[in-house]
């Protein structure tokens, strides 16, 4: 029996494409990758297009109604939806507008020509369609999509680790960077990455959002402690996590 | 027999961020011709305010995927101008070592995977692996290469880990480092060569176009300047970096939400073409040959040329990066104590850097406490759009006496756009010939 082809489309929203590039960068995986793909629709790499798709990964946060209108048709005609990158799965680094007054942004940038760009709040794909797995991270570890995209063509839909950076920076055997007085997210932001940052002795800044439960509260004492300010620590909280903190407020 | 002309091209393939190309003709009479950038806004401007030193990097990272070593470095540069964080001798080495990596990633990208379909002949470099597989191979290896230098030095190609101000968290080990250096002396060099007898069999089939315009890049340096110099222009004149404002004069355009940028002229480009004319005895002896055999030299007017400049930097990079690893090696690697905490005055600085699409500023001013009052990023890919739009306007007319169909010109216009190796999430702007 020969195996059909996986249908795969990619598309890109508000975001830097870093996570497709990422995906083009698996230079040593690609072809082996394709063995069992078949990229019907990608734009930043081809000038083909399909809409018959099995798949559809969805890169970069909603910002736009342009935006809203356009993932409701890839919904519509993808199967299974996948979010790839902390752009479209979390609101990511856009997000850091969140809380802050969307007219105002648009004057400072573009001043009395602002209305000329419509924007929308800074969402997660998850705010506007269902979304059926997600691929975390800004950039994405390729480890972390090799495993998903494994356990994928497997026939599951992979599921996130729900435990921090912390466990896996344990497991490296490195030393402690909050226990230097070095102010590291990865005590609250979601395992998957193998501590890449922590690894090459740079705090953890959070991109892949926060665990379910974090304890914040805790996380603040320890930046105190660190010698942050309230407004550094809220700065650090909303690199990334926004929009996730905008829910639990 | 008057002609009517209606070209339309909404979300150009085959670049980084969301253009379209609109070209309306009637009668004879060039009506509409542009770019137009309708990429979503990014606002990072407005996202660096009240964020803190150490922050600043992390953030404009994120401007562009493809960019993202470009952006770290200028905003590093601003932060440590504004805020007097000194940097080391091998710091400055280090990231000359990383930039020459992200110069030669983005490039074979542009030049392999996004430009070479269209002088190939083929729709994508995934055709390509059916009609030329060892191009293709060719390009992954050596973009395969690229990453790994920069991954060593970096962390990582994407969103590098290790640059903070001041210096880096990590640094490669000296094994890591000399093994680099024989990959690139056995392996990037002859296959950089492969990809240009590549590229030089279809050489023809690069337009030929020319419009004389002005170029400007970091120029005026002890050597080609990617990390360091003064601004330069083939108009013959240099300005300090921190005066960038007088020369990129940013103007807001109704069809596009990226800002377009003139100098003295109506309009300037940017990148390697700009480059190379502006430093083009800088160049290593072997990337001038390369060069040469595509009858490149100083001054180039003809825009098509920038893929061929890219490759040609290619050559000088991968030589360079052979001689920083020499350098390092010899010099012994120190680990560095990059500062984690700051005290000091406010203050202002301009950082300007060289990044694969041109030349590129960040301006911050500090508070007292070290967190942002006011940031200005200028992007390449802004710099060049006033340019596209005349080099386009001046195109269709030509194309139209030399009697191109509809399609033939659309192929063509998509090939310019291309050409400029256009970063439109980065500037937030691209063709529509309607």
């Not at chain 1, 979390?90 to 573009?110: F, H, K, P, T």
């Not at chain 2, 480059?275 to 001038?288: E, M, P, S, V, Y």
């Not at chain 2, 060069?291 to 003809?302: E, Q, S, T």
Request: charged residues 25%.
């Amino acid at each position: 029996m020969t195996a059909k082809k996986v249908r795969v489309g990619f598309f890109d929203f508000t975001g830097c494409e870093g996570c497709q590039l990422a995906k083009v960068s698996m230079e040593n995986e690609l072809p082996q990758i394709l063995e069992h793909i078949e990229i019907v629709n990608f734009r930043e790499a081809m000038s083909e297009k399909s809409w018959d798709m099995d798949v559809a990964f969805i890169e970069g946060s909603i910002t736009t109604p342009a935006c809203v209108e356009r993932i409701n048709r890839i919904r519509q005609a993808a199967p299974i939806l996948v979010t790839l990158g902390a752009c479209s799965t979390i609101g990511g680094i856009n997000a850091i507008r969140v809380g802050r007054d969307l007219d105002e942004i648009r004057q400072e940038v573009y001043g009395d020509k602002r209305y000329l760009f419509p924007s929308l709040p800074v969402m997660p794909v998850s705010a506007v369609v269902k979304v059926d797995a997600s691929i975390y991270g800004c950039p994405p570890n390729p480890k972390d999509v090799a495993r998903f995209l494994t356990q994928f063509l497997a026939g599951k839909i992979p599921q996130a680790p729900k435990y921090p950076v912390c466990i896996e920076c344990k497991l490296q055997g490195n030393a402690c960077l909050l226990v230097q007085g070095i102010p590291c997210m990865g005590v609250v932001t979601r395992a998957g990455c193998g501590a890449w940052c922590p690894s090459k002795g740079q705090f953890c800044y959070g991109c892949r959002g926060l665990i379910p439960d974090a304890n914040l509260d805790a996380l603040r004492i320890s930046f105190e402690e660190c010698g942050l300010s309230q407004q550094e620590i809220d700065n650090k909280l909303h690199l990334f996590s926004g929009r996730e903190l905008e829910k639990l407020s | 027999m008057s002609k009517t002309v209606s070209i339309n091209v909404e979300h150009i393939t085959r670049v980084e961020g969301h253009g379209n190309i609109v070209v309306r003709v009637r009668d004879d009479k060039l009506e509409t011709c542009h770019f137009e950038v309708v990429e979503a806004p990014r606002f990072f401007e407005a996202m660096l305010k009240g964020r803190s030193w150490y922050e600043a990097a992390i953030i404009t990272s994120r401007i562009c995927g493809i960019c993202s070593i470009g952006h770290q470095m200028t905003s590093l540069k601003a932060t440590e101008t504004a805020l007097k964080i000194p940097v080391s001798e091998q710091t400055v080495l280090f990231r000359k070592l990383l930039v020459d990596g992200s110069i030669l990633s983005s490039h074979l990208l542009h030049v392999l995977f996004l430009a070479a379909p269209d002088v190939l002949g083929v729709p994508s470099a995934f055709a390509l692996m059916d009609s030329n597989p060892h191009a293709v191979e060719l390009a992954l290896k050596t973009k395969r290469l690229a990453n790994d230098l920069c991954d060593a030095v970096g962390g990582r190609m994407i969103h590098p880990i290790t640059c903070v101000p001041g210096g880096f968290t990590d640094l490669p080990t000296p094994e890591v480092l000399r093994d680099l250096k024989t990959r690139y002396e056995k392996e990037m060099l002859p296959m950089l060569f492969e990809v240009a007898d590549i590229l030089e069999s279809v050489a023809e089939n690069f337009p030929d176009f020319t419009r004389e315009t002005e170029f400007i890049s970091l120029g005026d340096a002890s050597e080609y300047p990617f990390y360091d110099g003064r601004i330069a222009s083939t108009d013959g004149e240099t300005y300090p970096v921190d005066e960038y404002l007088s020369v990129t004069n940013e103007t807001i355009v109704d069809h596009s939400t990226a800002k377009h940028t003139h100098n003295k002229r109506a309009s300037y480009m940017v990148g390697a073409l700009a480059r190379l004319n502006n430093n083009f005895d800088k160049l290593t002896d072997t990337a001038k040959q390369v060069a040469a055999r595509f009858g490149l030299a100083a001054v180039n007017h003809n825009p098509f040329m920038n893929n061929v400049a890219q490759l040609v930097e290619c050559v000088h990079c991968a030589q360079t990066v052979i001689g920083r690893i020499d350098d390092l090696l010899q010099r012994g690697i120190e680990p560095e104590k990059p500062p984690r905490e700051w005290k000091g005055k406010p203050g202002r600085g301009v950082g300007s850097t060289e990044v694969p699409r041109g030349i590129l500023f960040h301006d911050y001013t500090y508070d007292a406490t070290g967190r942002i009052v006011k940031a200005n990023c200028v992007i390449p890919t802004n710099q060049n759009f006033a340019n596209v739009d005349l080099d386009m306007q001046a195109f269709v007319p030509e194309m139209l006496q030399r009697g191109m169909d509809d399609n033939a010109m659309q192929f063509n216009l998509e090939m310019l756009v291309r050409a400029y190796d256009p970063c439109i999430s980065c500037s937030v702007h691209m063709v529509k010939v309607d």
